[in-house]
């Protein structure tokens, strides 16, 4: 029983991957560029290249988080010393931040 579920976590995000190919597919050559005459299709392998090379260059595919965003901050300024946040807020209203 338990190695049919192992099967289906494996098998289900391979299919979405292959499915989100045809997606981009999809989109590029009938709703984004259908009105432009010089260009060419792609192809199904071309737009899984295309979904690879925007998900590394804008958003990678999840896992570990960037070193960025608001829980870092929260998590910055929840093991400051009470002196040190008096700072960082005072700095943050001279900036223009803040209320």
């Not at 999809?26 to 299709?41: E, R």
């Not at 998900?55 to 002196?83: A, N, T």
Request: charged share 20%.
């Amino acid at each position: 029983m338990f190695r049919n579920k192992k099967f289906f976590f494996v098998l289900i995000p391979v299919a979405l991957f292959f499915a989100v190919g045809y997606v981009v597919m999809w989109l590029w050559n009938n709703a984004l560029l259908a009105g432009v005459p010089s260009l060419t299709p792609i192809t199904y392998w071309q737009a899984l290249g295309i979904f690879i090379l925007s998900k590394l260059l804008f958003g990678g595919f999840g896992g570990r988080k960037s070193g960025f965003g608001p829980q870092r901050m929260r998590d910055k300024f929840k093991s400051m010393s009470p002196e040190d946040r008096a700072a960082f807020m005072e700095k943050w209203k001279q900036r223009g931040g803040g209320c």
